[in-house]
């Protein structure tokens, strides 16, 4: 059963535009949510976070937004760079130390 | 953030035979998590080790199959048991964060092919 859903295995974007990527959850005791990037042949890098007493959270040219009600969240980075070229996966918790669920992740590929 | 590696990085392996994957981390950590991707689908958690105690498995992972072992507060192994080519997949440690918040830190993975 999967609980976090990445719709997208794939976003293709122009250097210096806008990357949007989207995830939705199931589970409604899901209390904070995370984003990770994965290069080939490494493991995944913590990007950002959000707790669900949130709606908005942002650093640098990443910023994740959070849609209670529709059980939505959405990750943008701007600008796009050729460096965000990676798997970017979703994951949320319950509050249980440990029990992140991930999604599938999305692929996205900066092009020149 | 901490440092962690994992040895192997990769290997190649007979069905029916063990390959023990270690984990390292740079500083000390209460708790360390076993993940594992299988080809073109998500991390999954199988375990959690806390040092000095039996590990925790998730539902669909049992110790027989991935038996771990957390001997100090910075090192851990996961065996991944009388392996069949469904066991192929990488194999990720991580550590939660010190700072109490739910983030955790990865180590670069263990890519292990069952032939």
């Known amino acids: 059963d999967q609980q976090v859903k990445q719709n997208s295995p794939s976003l293709s974007v122009q250097e210096g535009r806008i990357s949007i990527l989207n995830c939705d959850y199931t589970n409604s005791m899901f209390d904070y949510f995370l984003w990770y990037k994965k290069y080939p042949a490494e493991g995944p890098t913590f990007l950002i976070s959000?707790?669900?007493?949130?709606d908005k959270n942002e650093d640098g040219r990443f910023t994740v937004f959070l849609n209670k009600s529709a059980k939505h969240l959405s990750l943008h980075i701007v600008p796009s760079q050729p460096g965000d070229s990676a798997v970017y996966f979703c994951a949320a918790s319950d509050g249980g130390w440990g029990k992140l669920q991930f999604g599938a992740g999305t692929q996205v590929v900066v092009t020149p | 953030s901490a440092v962690i590696s994992q040895k192997p990085s990769r290997d190649i392996c007979q069905r029916g035979t063990s390959l023990t994957i270690q984990c390292q981390v740079d500083s000390q950590v209460t708790m360390m998590f076993w993940y594992r991707q299988q080809p073109g689908q998500s991390l999954t958690l199988i375990a959690t080790?806390?040092?000095?105690?039996?590990?925790?498995?998730e539902s669909g992972f049992v110790i027989d199959k991935f038996p771990i072992s957390r001997p100090n507060l910075t090192f851990s192994t996961l065996t991944v048991s009388n392996m069949s080519p469904e066991d192929s997949s990488i194999y990720l440690c991580s550590v939660e964060s010190r700072t109490g918040s739910h983030e955790q830190y990865f180590g670069p993975g263990t890519r292990l092919t069952v032939t």
């Open positions: 080790a806390n040092q000095g105690s039996e590990a925790t498995y």
């Open positions: 959000i707790s669900s007493i949130k």
